[in-house]
Antibody, heavy 118, light 111 residues
Framework: EVQLVETGGGLIQPGGSLRLSCAAS????????MNWVRQAPGKGLEWISV???????YYADSVKGRFTISRDNSKNMLYLQMDNLRAEDTAVYYC????????????WGQGTMVTVSS | QSALTQPPSASGSPGQSVTISCTGT?????????VSWYQQHPGKAPKLMIY???KRPSGVPDRFSGSKSGNTASLTVSGLQADDEADYYC???????????FGGGTKLTVL
């Protein structure tokens, strides 16, 4: 079954770091544009980062300079390194596959919750 | 760019049709016809329902349809069913630096 499974969420203090992982099954992350999207509690969806199949990366202004997206093709994994976390980063984080490289996200993980609080 | 604008709520009775709008500026849509719609049930991940304005992924019923006119995209759900009750989000591709701009979401209630 084509699927994505995120891990790595948890409770972290402001200013701390966390790395999220996303394991892909039945497709290669290297051949798709892979994204992270988050959803704060009771709020809407927010795109935060993409890694192209060629390796180029882009970030939303809200996380630029603090978050780093990466990919391990040998493990078929996607990652999100989150540094200098803030309370407003509290959200469910989803990894998502871009179907046609135009931000139609056809496969989503189940999400992992990140809570930034002292 | 701010989020795309959606009505916070919509409703209809079983069997009826309901249309949800999604409004932005020309820069929000980037001159592309790359509008997607997602359905999200409580506690679940979003599900792609429409992509490229009006295309349906495999498995999505043809009761769901999409359109776009100018800077407003629309999702129509026909023959409403109880399971259609969910949050719906539109999104647009507006270029490399803003891969997906989402609407604020519309809560669809089936009366």
């Amino acid at each position: 079954e084509v699927q994505l499974v995120e891990t790595g969420g948890g409770l972290i203090q402001p200013g701390g770091s966390l790395r999220l992982s996303c394991a892909a099954s039945e497709f290669n992350v290297s051949t798709y544009y892979m994204n992270w999207v988050r959803q704060a509690p009771g709020k809407g969806l927010e795109w935060i980062s993409v890694v192209y199949s060629g390796g180029r990366t882009y970030y939303a202004d809200s996380v630029k300079g603090r978050f780093t997206i990466s990919r391990d093709n040998s493990k078929n994994m996607l990652y999100l390194q989150m540094d200098n976390l803030r309370a407003e980063d509290t959200a469910v984080y989803y990894c998502a596959r871009d179907l046609l490289r135009n931000s139609a996200f056809d496969i989503w993980g189940q999400g992992t919750m990140v809570t930034v609080s002292s | 760019q701010s989020a795309l604008t959606q009505p916070p709520s919509a409703s209809g009775s079983p069997g009826q049709s309901v249309t949800i709008s999604c409004t932005g500026t020309s820069s929000d849509f980037g001159g592309y016809n790359y509008v997607s719609w997602y359905q999200q049930h409580p506690g679940k991940a979003p599900k792609l329902m429409i992509y490229e304005v009006s295309k349906r992924p495999s498995g999505v019923p043809d009761r769901f349809s999409g359109s776009k006119s100018g800077n407003t995209a629309s999702l129509t759900v026909s023959g409403l069913q109880a399971d259609d009750e969910a949050d719906y989000y539109c999104s647009s591709f507006a270029g490399s630096n803003n891969r997906a701009l989402f609407g604020g979401g519309t809560k669809l209630t089936v009366l």
